[in-house]
């Protein structure tokens, strides 16, 4: 089936543009669903209230809601920071923008660093901060409802490829680069690096926190998939499957699942906590042999996201198509045509796709279905519990196998 679309914002070009750089290589949903961002290349990024995008793609379709998000919204530049109505802005950002990332703080989650009393910024809980990682390896701090510059963040000596925060409002940050290793940052104290974690043996191209904040899951070239330990900082396990560089991973909405996204043609859905593939999802039919699992460069995924309702996830790969795939079934549900797609994301309520490509974003509405109590309860065992608890449940075999999203 072929997936309904919503709307589309389109980048403004001039004809001295150069291709090189206009690249979308990143878009994101605030926590809340307020904002959308997006890099629309040459160091610009785009924040736009999500509501209003959505009311000017039913009002004046999908052809026209970028014109009419560009020219109606309002912006703000007083200082105030009207929260209660959200404004556009355009952050130039110095340099290609390869990754952006929402934060948003709870004040009952304190800084790491005890030993400090004095802060430059104190957080807020109505606060949302925008991270953007730079080509020059810098990482610059945004207040979203100003659009001003906060924090200079300038530890990696390569692009910062991508960029996460930890859900549980701690405005704990990590940064993963070219330059191998990711770092962790503490903006509640004021954007101090923690720590410097080291295992990668070449890029990394992406990260992703575990819902509860607890695990983070690194990918990069060399095969890549680490899982580390955030509380004390130390790599858990490597999962090891993969035929061709990791480029993209997302945990499922109750951490049971893991999604990554390879050169190699596939996503596989893991079991992070036994480092088991569950699901394969090959983009290339029949698949490469691993000998050529390189060569496919026109199937290469470039991105995979996992659905709320944790029952789907969307890849984007380069045989200009987007998948939204069922966790329990072979094949795609809906595809939806585009080219040179480079990243993609689901809203924070999960009705929506949006896919960025070359400055401009497409959004596709989301294969709609109601979870079963079955599903539902599932999640809200495992939100809680590891498969290796699981596992020890004095409950029938085929439960269990269920719970561990077996069958």
Same mark, same amino acid.
């Given at each position: 089936a072929r997936s309904r679309t919503v709307g589309e914002l389109l980048a403004p070009t001039s004809p001295f543009d150069k291709k090189c750089g206009r690249e979308n290589w990143t878009v994101a949903f605030a926590p809340d669903g307020s904002y959308l961002a997006w890099s629309q290349g040459h160091r610009i990024v785009k924040l736009v209230p999500w509501a209003q995008c959505l009311n000017n793609f039913l009002l004046h379709g999908t052809k026209n809601g970028a014109n009419a998000v560009s020219t109606r919204l309002p912006r703000q530049s007083s200082e105030s920071g009207q929260k209660n109505k959200p404004c556009e802005h355009i952050i130039d950002c110095g340099d290609i923008v390869w990754s952006l990332a929402f934060g948003s703080s709870v004040p009952e989650k304190q800084s790491r660093c005890v030993n400090i009393e004095w802060h430059r910024f104190k957080f807020g809980q109505d606060q949302l901060l925008l991270a953007t990682g730079l080509n020059n390896g810098r990482i610059k701090i945004w207040d979203v409802y100003t659009g001003k510059l906060l924090l200079n963040l300038m530890d990696h000596t390569e692009v910062v490829r991508d960029l996460t925060f930890a859900p549980d409002g701690s405005l704990i940050l990590v940064s993963a680069s070219r330059d191998k290793t990711l770092r962790v940052w503490d903006l509640k104290d004021d954007g101090n690096m923690m720590k410097v974690l080291r295992g990668?043996?070449?890029?990394?191209?992406?990260?992703?926190?575990?819902?509860?904040?607890?695990?983070? @899951?690194?990918?990069?070239?060399?095969?890549?998939?680490?899982?580390?330990?955030?509380?004390?900082?130390?790599?858990?396990?490597? %999962?090891?499957?993969?035929?061709? #560089?990791?480029?993209? @991973?997302?945990?499922?909405?109750?951490?049971?699942?893991?999604?990554?996204?390879?050169?190699?043609?596939?996503?596989?859905?893991?079991?992070?906590?036994?480092?088991?593939? %569950?699901?394969?999802?090959?983009? %290339?039919?029949?698949?490469?042999?691993?000998?050529?699992?390189?060569?496919?460069?026109? *199937?290469?995924? *470039?991105?995979?996201?996992?659905?709320?309702?944790?029952?789907?996830?969307?890849?984007?790969? #380069?045989?200009?198509?987007? *998948?939204?795939?069922?966790?329990?079934?072979?094949?795609?549900? +809906?595809?939806?045509?585009?080219?040179?797609?480079?990243?993609?994301?689901?809203?924070?309520?999960?009705?929506?796709?949006?896919?960025? +490509?070359?400055?401009?974003?497409?959004?596709?509405?989301?294969?709609? +279905?109601?979870?079963?109590? +079955?599903?539902? @309860?599932?999640?809200?065992?495992?939100?809680?519990?590891?498969t290796s608890h699981v596992k020890n449940l004095p409950i029938p075999c085929k439960v269990v196998e269920f719970l561990c999203y077996q069958i």
């Open positions: 990668h043996p070449n890029w990394v191209y992406g990260c992703a926190f575990s819902p509860d904040s607890s695990i983070l @899951c690194s990918v990069g070239a060399s095969k890549a998939v680490f899982l580390w330990d955030m509380d004390k900082y130390s790599m858990l396990r490597k %999962l090891e499957g993969h035929h061709n #560089d990791v480029v993209a @991973c997302e945990f499922s909405p109750d951490g049971a699942l893991l999604a990554t996204a390879s050169y190699d043609t596939r996503v596989y859905v893991w079991d992070p906590h036994i480092g088991v593939i %569950l699901r394969e999802f090959g983009h %290339l039919f029949p698949p490469p042999t691993p000998i050529f699992a390189g060569g496919a460069n026109d *199937r290469w995924v *470039r991105s995979v996201c996992f659905s709320h309702d944790g029952l789907h996830v969307a890849s984007l790969a #380069d045989d200009k198509m987007v *998948r939204f795939w069922r966790i329990d079934e072979e094949y795609p549900v +809906q595809v939806a045509p585009l080219n040179n797609g480079l990243c993609c994301t689901f809203s924070t309520d999960g009705s929506v796709l949006a896919a960025g +490509q070359d400055g401009s974003v497409y959004f596709w509405a989301t294969p709609s +279905q109601v979870s079963s109590l +079955q599903h539902l @309860c599932r999640m809200a065992i495992r939100r809680v519990m590891p």
